[in-house]
C-alpha cells in the first residue's frame, strides 16, 4: 500500500510541474503578445507602416496563453465562480456542491478534449492553412495545444472530484494539497 501512494504522489508531483510549466510558459506567451501588440502600435502610429502579421500572430498566441493556463488556474480555484447560494451552505453542502459541478466540467471537458483532437487531427491531415496573404501558416501547430490544454483540465477536474469524495469520507483530504485551496478551506 505505501508502494502505491508513493507511486501516486510522484504521479501528482509531476503533474503539478506539467501545470506549472504551462502556466509559465503560459505567462511567457503573454509577455510576447505584450510586445508584439506594442510593436504594432509603434508601427502602426508613428511610424505610418502597419504590418500585416501581428494581428494573425496575437490570435494564435491568445489561444496558446487560455490553453497552457486554463488547468493551472483551475487547480488554484482561479476561475469565475457565482457563490451567491454556496457561501451560506455549510462546509459538507458546498463540497457536495462543487463534486457536482466538477462532475459537470468533466463531461464537458472530455466531450470538448475528444472533438478539439478531432479538429486537430483533421487540420493535420487536410494540412489546413491560416487563411492567405504574405501571412499564412499550418494550423495544427495552433489546434495542438486545445486538446492539450483540455486533457489537463480533465486530469485536474478528476482530482478535484477525488479531493472532494476525500472531505466527505474523513472529514478533510490527509494531506493539505494546493490544488484543493480554491474548495477546501
Known sequence: MEKVRGFLISIIKKFDWLLNSSALLAGGVIGLTTLIVIYEVIMRY?????????NDISEILLVYCTFLGSAWVLRLGGHTKVDILIVVMKKRGQMIIGII??????????????????????????????????????????????????????????????????????????????HAEGRAE
Not at 511610424?47 to 502579421?53: S, Y
Not at 464537458?108 to 501558416?137: H, K, M, N, P, Y
Open 101 to 178: 459541478q466538477d462532475l459537470l466540467s468533466l463531461f464537458f471537458c472530455i466531450v470538448f478534449t475528444w472533438i478539439s483532437w478531432a479538429s486537430f487531427w483533421d487540420a493535420v491531415i487536410t494540412q489546413e492553412r491560416t487563411a492567405g496573404g504574405l501571412f499564412s501558416v499550418p494550423l495544427w501547430p495552433v489546434y495542438i495545444v486545445i486538446p492539450f490544454g483540455a486533457f489537463l483540465l480533465c486530469i485536474q477536474l478528476i482530482r478535484q472530484i477525488v479531493d472532494g469524495f476525500v472531505y466527505l469520507s474523513k472529514g478533510r483530504p490527509e494531506e493539505s494539497n494546493a
Open 46 to 54: 508613428l511610424i505610418k507602416r502597419p504590418t500585416t502579421w501581428v
